[in-house]
Every structure is written in C-alpha cells, then in structure tokens.
C-alpha cells in the first residue's frame, strides 16, 4: 500500500511515517523546497522513505506528485500550524491551511477519486466552546486566522466527500505533543525551558497565559487514529481527544516539579505572550472514536510531561557537553 504524507517533516508527519513503516507501507513524503534541509525528524527514516518535491501552495505540483505515485490514501498533514503567526500573516495561512486541502483534494480529484484522503482538523475549530465537552457535533466557533482556516478546510472536506463520493475524512484532534513538537508551542516550550534552568543554561521562561486550558495527549497515539479512519467501510470524521484538561499553570508545574524546580521563582509573565483573542477552554468527548475505531489513548498527561522532560535534559546535555 502506498500512502503519501504532506508535512511529513512536521510533528506528526514523522510519526505517521514510523508507524506507516511498521505496518508494512510504502510511504511518500511531500517536502516543499527550502534553501537548507530541514530534515531532523525525519533523519532516522530517511533511507525507509521516498521524499517528493511540492507546495500546497502550487496546484500543479500536487497534481504531479498524485499522478507519478498514485498512492492508496493521502494524509494532508501540512499547514502553517502556529497559532499567533495567523493573526501576522492571515493570508498565508489561508492561502495553505484552508485552500491547500482544497488544492490536494482537487489533485485525486482530477488523478483518481478513489484514493483515500485524510484531513489534520483541530480543536481550534471549536475557538470559543460552545458545549462541554466538545463532539463531532458541536458547532464552531474558531478565534483565529488559523481556526477560521481550519474551519474551512474540514468543510471542504465535508464537501468533496458528499460532491463526488470520494473517500475523505476529517479527524478533528485535540493538542497533542511529543519531543518531536516545535519548540514554540507551549508544552515544549515549557519542558525545553525547565530542563534549560535545571542545567544553568537560563535562569527564567516568559510566557502568556497561564489561565487557557487544553486537552493534551501523546502524538504518537493521535496518528493511529488518523489511519484507523481510513481502514473504515464508511468516510466519517472523528474527535480525537484524551478527555482530560489541565491548564497552562499544570502544564508549567508538572514540568518544574519533575526537576525539583520551584516553578514561581522562574516563570515571568509577557503580555506580548498574551494572544488578540483565546481559545480558554478545550475538552474533547472521543466516545465515537472509542466505539467505532477502537481508539483508545496510552499515555496520560503526567507521563507526556515526564517524557519530554526527560527528552530535553537528554538533549541539552548532549548539545552542551554536560556529563
Ligand atoms: P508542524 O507545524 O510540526 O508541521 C507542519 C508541516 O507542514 C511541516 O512539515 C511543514 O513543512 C509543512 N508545510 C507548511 N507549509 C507548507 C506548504 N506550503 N507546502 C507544503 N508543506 C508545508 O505541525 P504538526 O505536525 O503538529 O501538525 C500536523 C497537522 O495537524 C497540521 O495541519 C496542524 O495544523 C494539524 N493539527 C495539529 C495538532 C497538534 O496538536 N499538533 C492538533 C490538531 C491539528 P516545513 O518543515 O517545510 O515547514
Ligand atoms: P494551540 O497550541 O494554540 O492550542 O495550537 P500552543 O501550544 O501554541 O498554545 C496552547 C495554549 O498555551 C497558551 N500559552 C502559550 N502558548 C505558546 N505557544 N507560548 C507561550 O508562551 C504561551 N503561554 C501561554 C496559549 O495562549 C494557548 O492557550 C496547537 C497547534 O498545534 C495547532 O496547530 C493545533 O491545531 C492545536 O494545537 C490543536
């Protein structure tokens, strides 16, 4: 089975690839061209995996790409991901989270409608809630560029399914996280800066908003769901969650105490840090999931918090030359 990966050289682009491999695929990855390689996360499979040139951005080049492979399933994974860079450069974000998807869908449109497509949704969908916890059903509500997009690109999803029967699928999932997450987003930020203190390397973190709450699970569980969806006999979208919330502040004490760290003596507070509108609360319900994928979650907050903690310190040492 071939199976092509957009964002392969993201978070959970990589992933998906390992757990690809495993099941015995042969994994295509988009890569866009940059003036240096930019393959960390992928290092380890490079051998394992074919890497292909294009651009959400480009229609023609996804075009080329899904005609030479003509790969089973398609896994749309790429996006401009961060958060407040959307409200610098809303047309971007746009231009390749929402009307990307659109341009990968018209691509197996125009190759062969029969090849799966899979759709990275988001819990920013739901922005402002407007239930607790949040389900598939749940309307809408984004507070970002980037959430307005997304918003745009699970319909478009939705359409393309109900338009030409294709086989396309949103799986609307929940923060998730790892080592392999960037360094801006708030969960590795926060264990990257523990272990930082802890070694002497910083003294303080400043941060935004400690009050927001996510629900956060483990990457390497989320991207079993993202291919459970396309084993399925009917296209369906899912929440993906662990069902569980905690706040920044838990985030930020969890990770402190597991260095011994009193957290209040270095955490500063950075209005600048502080977004233009806040997605305050997220809770997702997966019981859909549960009862039709078999998904279940293996790894709790604590031992996610545990992990990276322990992935940072490994990895600062070693940067550092420390013993
Ligand atoms: P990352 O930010 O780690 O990865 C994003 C990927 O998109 C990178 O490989 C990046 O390539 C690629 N990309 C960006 N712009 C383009 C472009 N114009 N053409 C081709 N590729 C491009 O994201 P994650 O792995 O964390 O997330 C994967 C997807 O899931 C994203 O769509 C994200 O919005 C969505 N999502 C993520 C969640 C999470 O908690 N992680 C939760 C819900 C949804 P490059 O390396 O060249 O920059
Ligand atoms: P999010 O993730 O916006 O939920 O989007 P992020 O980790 O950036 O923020 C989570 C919450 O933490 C608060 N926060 C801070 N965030 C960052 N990045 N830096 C800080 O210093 C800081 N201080 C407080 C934020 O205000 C927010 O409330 C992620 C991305 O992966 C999206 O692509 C994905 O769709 C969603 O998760 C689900």
């Not at 699970?217 to 929440?239: H, I, N, S, T």
């Amino acid at each position: 089975m071939k199976a092509l990966i957009t964002g392969i050289t993201g978070q959970d682009g990589s992933y998906l690839a390992d757990f690809l491999l495993d099941k015995g695929c042969e994994v295509f990855g988009m890569v866009r061209r940059s003036s240096t390689e930019n393959f960390e996360r992928i290092n380890h499979l490079r051998d394992r995996i074919t890497l292909v040139q294009a651009d959400l951005m480009d229609q023609v080049s996804m075009i080329k790409v899904i005609d030479e492979i003509r790969p089973a399933e398609v896994y749309n994974l790429a996006a401009m991901s961060f958060v407040p860079t959307s409200w610098d450069q809303p047309v971007l974000t746009g231009e390749v989270t929402a009307l990307g998807a659109t341009r990968v869908l018209e691509a197996i449109k125009v190759v062969d409608p029969k090849i799966k497509f899979y759709q990275a949704s988001s819990s920013e969908m739901f922005g402002k809630v407007v239930e607790v916890p949040q389900t598939e059903k749940t309307p809408f509500y984004p507070r970002s560029p980037y959430g307005v997009a997304k918003v745009y690109a699970h319909w478009i999803t939705v359409n393309y399914r109900e338009s030409y029967n294709m086989f396309a699928v949103s799986g609307i999932l929940f923060n998730h996280e790892s080592p392999r997450r960037g360094l801006e987003f708030v969960t590795r930020k926060v264990t990257y800066g523990a272990a930082k203190i802890k070694l002497g390397l910083a003294s303080e973190l400043r941060m935004g908003n400690l009050d927001a709450s996510r629900d956060w699970g483990y990457a390497k569980d989320y991207v079993q769901a993202m291919w459970l969806m396309l084993q399925q006999e009917k296209p369906l979208d899912y929440v993906i969650s662990s069902e569980r919330t905690h706040t920044v502040r838990q985030l930020v004490e969890a990770a402190f105490s597991c260095l011994d760290l009193d957290w209040k003596k270095h955490i500063k507070i950075d209005r600048r840090l502080v977004r233009p509108a806040e997605v305050d609360q997220l809770l997702g319900n997966s019981a859909k999931a549960h009862k039709e994928l078999g998904w279940y979650p293996t790894t709790s907050f604590e031992e996610l918090v545990r992990i990276m903690v322990d992935a940072d310190m490994k990895l600062l040492k070693k940067q550092n030359n420390i013993a």
